[in-house]
């Protein structure tokens, strides 16, 4: 069942939006040579708790940090640790926060130090497939539209996209429905109508889209050990344009 928000729920949300907006910044700021993945997860959580939020991803199936970090060719779900950041480092941050009752959630990708060409074509285009997919979140298209525009772009690039895991819509619950795969066809899956709030998150791998559970236990990380990059925003339909609520 999708849930449609209220005017006072959407409003709630966009404020939890632009609290974790200004957190991941924050945290986008301390990506440098020589920092350690942990360190930026006890910013992360301290940020959440000075806000009034709680973190969404501590505890949530086992989980046991608040922010998620991936490297190079870890897609989602890293876990924080020791490791510390190098020079040329690809590194996807993902974070979710509780405020009120509701949920947000976002994703960035950034590079440590300046990043080769392919680093760079690589998150042009998936920032390019998140913004196109935006703009297909209006009244009368379908969950399909979205998908298949964010495959059509990677694809259309000489990349793939990740077909096991996805987008999803997001309220009260952290994941609720629908999903927003990476891949669809267009006029299929549910209609989308005001008041949805949607993740749109388009995972871009550079090889193989098919995915293996790294080391860590959390991860997941291509099976080639390609480069991988994760954008995600959320999003609330509205009568007219799509409201971007985590910019």
């Known amino acids: 069942m999708i849930n449609i928000k209220t005017r006072k729920e959407i409003q709630i949300m966009a404020e939890a939006g632009q609290i974790l907006a200004q957190i991941m910044k924050k945290i986008a700021e301390q990506i440098k040579p020589g920092i350690k993945t942990i360190e930026l997860d006890e910013l992360a959580e301290r940020l959440i708790l000075e806000s009034g939020s709680t973190p969404s991803f501590k505890g949530y199936d086992g989980f046991p940090n608040s922010l998620c970090v ?3 060719e870890e897609v989602v779900h890293g876990l924080p640790s020791d490791r510390v950041l190098k020079i040329g480092d690809m590194i996807s941050f993902d974070l979710g926060l509780c405020y009120q009752g509701y949920q947000a959630d976002m994703a960035r990708t950034a590079v440590v130090g300046r990043p080769n060409k392919l680093q760079k074509k690589l998150i042009k285009v998936t920032k390019q497939a998140l913004d196109a997919a935006i703009k297909y979140a209006k009244p009368g298209n379908h969950i399909g539209d979205i998908e298949w525009i964010t495959q059509d772009i990677a694809e259309s690039n000489g990349f793939n996209v990740v077909r096991e895991l996805c987008g999803h819509g997001i309220g009260k619950e952290i994941h609720e ?9 267009r006029g299929t899956g549910p209609e989308i109508k005001p008041g949805m709030v949607i993740c749109i998150e388009p995972m871009v791998t550079v090889g193989s889209w ?3 559970k790294a080391k860590d236990g959390f991860a997941y990380k291509t099976t080639d050990n390609s480069l991988a990059c994760h954008f995600e925003d959320m999003i609330a339909i509205t009568s007219k344009e799509p409201k971007i609520l985590t910019r």
């Open 177 to 185: 429905e629908p999903q927003v795969l990476n891949f669809g066809k």
């Open 210 to 212: 098919q995915l293996e």
């Open 70 to 72: 991936s490297i190079n």
